[in-house]
């Protein structure tokens, strides 16, 4: 499959806290702190072309604060971001709690996220696309949901195929499992994580919730972290994928955007499903053992002109 992989979503800075255990109430509990550029569409941009994909477009909304910095390290990274400069909001910021299994708590600020306007968009972004993904986030507002079924709607009018991650499982239940399914209808691919496949089911077995949802979505891949991934279409599950081994995780924050990113990127460089979906395992056991949600910075002084510690926000 020739062509590139347009990611409509969302641009965040990650404040990301790894602490020892328990937070004490009301004083002070040691972590380390780390300020990153994330964002689930972001980073699965940002994946896709670490996998090799050499046209990788990004369209989302930043604040005028770090529209610079974000912009900087998407190029860097080998994705062009089509940036949408918000002058009243600020750049979308979550606060990522790390505990020590690498597990992670999120504090959300969306900021300029959902404020992506039809504006912002124009059908010319999917020009030499063969295949739109779309992040869930911008379903749970009412400007950026437009946006996105726009782009869906052109992406269906040109027969390019179109993915969407389900994003979060709080902002799911906010917006109801009915409404989301009538939103993403169309689309060819859903990329739910286990919790997310059982939300929008309402069945516990996530082979089950797969095969379900595969009578909605022409295919469903789940992801199952430490369990790899299993694929369904047509009401049932094909195919089941180990996850890569993980020496040492540190933060699981945005594996499943690197699974995103790797297993796409190895669809449209033509791999079959299985295969495509050991890429995007081993992505993802490689962001569980990188602080933050993208691929780690090269060396030196080539990531977005820092040497390496000084990649924060402006």
């Known amino acids: 499959m020739t062509g590139g992989l347009l990611v ?29 550029a994330g964002g689930a569409g972001a980073n699965a941009a940002c994946w896709a072309a670490r996998a090799g994909c050499r046209d990788v477009r990004l369209v989302a909304r930043v604040g005028s604060e770090s529209a610079d910095w974000h912009r900087d390290l998407l190029q860097r990274a080998g994705v062009r971001g089509l940036l949408a400069v918000d002058e009243g ?9 790390v505990d020590p299994s690498a597990e992670r708590t999120f504090l959300t600020d969306s900021g300029a996220v959902l404020r992506l306007s039809p504006d912002d968009w124009s059908p010319s972004m999917l020009d030499g696309i063969a295949h739109l993904h779309l992040s869930g986030y911008l379903l749970f507002a009412a400007t950026s949901r437009a ?3 726009l782009a869906l709607r052109e992406a ?50 996530p082979a089950d919730a797969a095969a379900k949802l595969s009578l909605l979505v022409r295919q469903v891949v789940v992801t199952l972290g430490e369990d790899g991934v299993m694929l369904a279409t047509e009401g049932a599950v094909t195919a089941r994928v180990p996850a890569e081994p993980v020496t040492a995780a540190v933060d699981s924050t945005g594996a499943g955007d690197a699974f995103n990113g790797g297993f796409l990127a190895a669809r449209l460089a033509g791999a079959d499903d299985a295969t495509a979906a050991a890429v995007g395992c081993r992505a993802g056991a490689e962001a569980v053992m990188t602080v933050g949600g993208r691929p780690p910075c090269p060396p030196r002084r080539t990531c977005a002109g820092r040497t390496p510690g000084e990649d924060r926000a402006p």
């Open 156 to 205: 269906r009018r040109r027969n390019i195929p179109v993915s969407i991650d389900p994003a979060s499982t709080g902002f799911l239940a906010e917006l109801g499992v009915d409404r989301f399914l009538t939103l993403t209808e169309g689309a060819d691919l859903l990329l739910p994580n286990a919790d997310e496949a059982r939300l929008l089911t309402g069945l516990p077995d």
């Open 89 to 97: 909001a600020p750049t979308g910021t979550v606060v990522a709690l």
């Open 8 to 36: 409509v979503g969302d641009v965040v800075t990650d404040v990301v806290a790894r602490h020892g255990g328990t937070l004490a109430h009301g004083t002070d509990t040691a972590a380390r702190i780390r300020t990153r």
């Open 147 to 149: 946006t996105a079924l």
